[in-house]
């Protein structure tokens, strides 16, 4: 599928432009006013032998020209149409073998443009040459010198007029391309360069228009916010041409799906309306008419997760999109037109945040998108009042029984002594940006610790600290870790960094790296989680990873005959062949352990030990286990 071109003011217009300002310059500065005339002008003289001897034709080549004698009546058409001379002067009685008058047909000539003046002898001939068109007659005695200032007037209207006429066709130019340009910015202003569709500012135009078409009838309207979730990542490795390619093929995509969702529910009354926009580089709305509670909405999510959600080709290159939707009705679920947009766009957003395809704004979105903000609002606050805490999971031997590490985990204490769960408030750390300086201040934390503990004589246990993707995508995190370990003298045998599988470790993520630095360090890294990202499985022996810690849910399901058995009975053997050490979280059960114990698991961490707890009772339960 071919681009369109863009609709912006091109550097071929600006040439044109160009063009026509020096065409207008050079008629404002013309030097044919001046009485000097330019070299090499010719005056084609067309008369009798005996008379051209006789002609004093010296004031002529004197004023600048240079004049061509013509005595055959049968050549002085011909002459005169391939020498475009500036001027003619022609003997009235000059005639062809027709008795015609030479001048007559010269003038009769559709090539020749230039003055014609007639040299008469008579008022007969004098009144026939003005009747047929001369430019000028001279009356015998002719006085060469007062004729060669007329020729010269003559040529100089002649320049003047062919300027002017110039300047009035670059003067339509400039009208027309005015014209063209005020056009180009209306489109602008109006419609996406790349896919030609509406921009925002024209949809917000169409949601008007469209509200003012249900006035009168049940209909609403009904708008979805398409959001690429990977076009950013297919820009940087396809390049801006290969991703314009993508976002006009998704809008012709979108076209379609909008089309056959209308042509597959008909309206119950009134006008159907239905557009496509770019409103951003890698997010599309949708506008259509509908009924209330009619199927269009649903149509249409179903039509566009799966015509985006199949591969795109792009010069014999797969991509996946991703695509995530947010909707909003109105006026029955949105009252307030102008905010219309917005609120799919929130809806698109929390859908994201969910890490789902699709959110239907309602009163709970609105709620639960007020809430985050209120707790980003907190978090800063938290973060410059230290009011974050670290509480630490013991982390056990399965063989020995014995503690051989701890998890150092984030906890946020609200005002009435209870605390706000880290899977709510971590990811809008995440999406606000502020995890990088929070995962900085856990590092930190869990390293004095451990230099804490150290210097209370306790013998050294490893420590697990997770580590976020906005952190592993940070190029300064290596250092980050290197000037803790520095800070607080700790072995970074003793370090072992949590990596989500979910995100953290996916392809596209391009962190191996980064890990390798890390791992240039002396820290040993985990994989987190293990079981609910995508395709880890597929790179994992790629990684250089120390430790797999299989996801809690495999673990709280294990029965003695069931299919979580057999899963978490394989991860530990994909573990074990890797010659990776294998933890198990949320272990809760004598039973659960004993099926670990038989598997072969190496270490578990969960309440049937102990929860997240105090320095303090991290110590007691050092002392107290053999």
């Given at each position: 599928m071919t681009k369109p071109a863009?609709?912006?003011?091109?550097?071929?217009?600006?040439?044109?432009?160009?063009?026509?300002?020096?065409?207008?310059?050079?008629?404002?500065?013309?030097?044919?006013?001046?009485?000097?005339?330019?070299?090499?002008?010719?005056?084609?003289?067309?008369?009798?032998?005996?008379?051209?001897?006789?002609?004093?034709i010296r004031w002529l080549e004197r004023s600048g020209f240079a004049v061509t004698l013509v005595d055959d009546p049968e050549h002085s058409v011909l002459a005169a149409e391939t020498?475009?001379?500036?001027?003619?002067?022609?003997?009235?009685?000059?005639?062809?073998?027709?008795?015609?008058?030479?001048?007559?047909?010269?003038?009769?000539?559709?090539?020749?443009?230039?003055?014609?003046?007639?040299?008469?002898?008579?008022?007969?001939?004098?009144?026939?040459?003005?009747?047929?068109?001369?430019?000028d007659v001279a009356r015998k005695p002719f006085d060469w010198r007062i004729l060669s200032r007329r020729v010269r007037q003559a040529v100089q209207i002649a320049d003047n007029d062919a300027a002017l006429e110039q300047a009035r066709d670059s003067l339509r130019s400039a009208v027309e391309l005015a014209d063209r340009v005020r056009e180009q910015k209306r489109t602008s202003e109006s419609f996406e360069p790349v896919t030609g569709l509406p921009n925002r500012s024209k949809f917000r135009e169409l949601l008007q228009r469209s509200a003012t078409s249900i006035t009168g009838n049940d209909n609403v309207l009904l708008v979805c916010v398409v959001s690429l979730n990977r076009f950013n990542l297919i820009t940087e490795a396809v390049g801006a041409k290969q991703s314009d390619q993508v976002a006009f093929d998704t809008a012709g995509i979108l076209r379609d799906c909008l089309q056959s969702t209308a042509d597959s529910v008909q309206l119950e009354s009134g006008l159907r309306t239905a557009?496509?926009?770019?409103?951003?580089?890698?997010?599309?709305?949708?506008?259509?008419t509908v009924s209330p509670g009619a199927a269009e909405l649903d149509e249409l999510r179903r039509t566009i997760i799966e015509r985006l959600s199949a591969p795109m080709t792009v010069d014999g290159q797969a991509l996946y999109l991703s695509p995530c939707i947010g909707a909003a009705v109105y006026p029955t679920e949105v009252s307030d037109l102008p905010q219309l947009l917005g609120k799919a766009e929130s809806a698109m957003r929390e859908a994201r945040s969910r890490g789902a395809q699709f959110c239907h704004h309602s009163k709970k979105v609105d709620e639960d998108i007020a809430r985050k903000l209120r707790i980003e609002n907190r978090l800063h606050a938290a973060i410059d009042n230290a009011e974050l805490r670290l509480a630490y999971q013991p982390l056990v031997d399965i063989a020995s029984n014995r503690i051989v590490g701890c998890e150092a985990l984030l906890r946020w204490p609200q005002a009435d002594g209870s605390f706000l769960s880290p899977a709510e408030f971590v990811p809008i750390a995440e999406s606000s940006g502020l995890m990088v300086t929070i995962g900085r201040f856990v590092l930190d934390s869990a390293c004095q610790q451990l230099d804490s503990w150290k210097r209370q004589g306790l013998d050294p246990i490893r420590?697990?600290?997770?580590?976020?993707?906005?952190?592993?995508?940070?190029?300064?995190?290596?250092?980050?870790?290197?000037?803790?370990?520095?800070?607080?003298?700790?072995?970074?045998?003793?370090?072992?960094?949590?990596?989500?599988?979910?995100?953290?470790?996916?392809?596209?993520?391009?962190?191996?790296?980064?890990?390798?630095?890390?791992?240039?360090?002396?820290?040993?890294l985990s994989i987190d989680d293990f079981g609910t990202g995508e395709a880890a499985i597929a790179y994992l022996k790629d990684l250089p990873v120390d430790v797999l810690k299989i996801d809690r849910s495999y673990i709280m399901e294990l029965r003695s005959n069931g299919a979580e058995s057999a899963i978490t009975s394989a991860m530990v053997a994909l573990g074990q062949k890797l010659n990776l050490t294998v933890v198990a979280e949320g272990v809760e059960s004598n039973e659960q352990l004993a099926m670990l114990r038989g598997m072969g698991c190496d270490q578990y961490q969960g309440f049937f030990l102990s929860p997240a707890v105090s320095p303090d009772e991290v110590v007691r339960l050092l002392q107290n286990t053999p």
């Open positions: 863009g609709t912006h003011f091109e550097s071929d217009d600006l040439t044109e432009v160009t063009g026509i300002l020096e065409s207008l310059m050079s008629v404002a500065n013309d030097e044919s006013y001046d009485d000097q005339q330019p070299e090499e002008k010719r005056v084609l003289l067309l008369g009798r032998p005996r008379s051209l001897k006789r002609w004093d020498l475009d001379p500036c001027a003619i002067v022609a003997e009235a009685a000059f005639r062809d073998s027709r008795r015609r008058p030479v001048y007559q047909s010269v003038l009769d000539a559709e090539a020749v443009e230039a003055p014609v003046i007639v040299l008469s002898h008579s008022s007969s001939e004098t009144r026939d040459a003005l009747d047929n068109g001369a430019y557009s496509v926009a770019r409103i951003d580089p890698g997010r599309f709305a949708l506008l259509m420590m697990s600290v997770n580590v976020s993707k906005c952190q592993l995508l940070d190029p300064g995190f290596p250092d980050v870790v290197r000037g803790c370990l520095e800070r607080h003298d700790v072995d970074p045998s003793l370090i072992d960094l949590e990596l989500s599988e979910r995100g953290a470790l996916s392809p596209e993520t391009n962190v191996l790296d980064r890990l390798e630095a890390l791992k240039t360090l002396g820290v040993s």
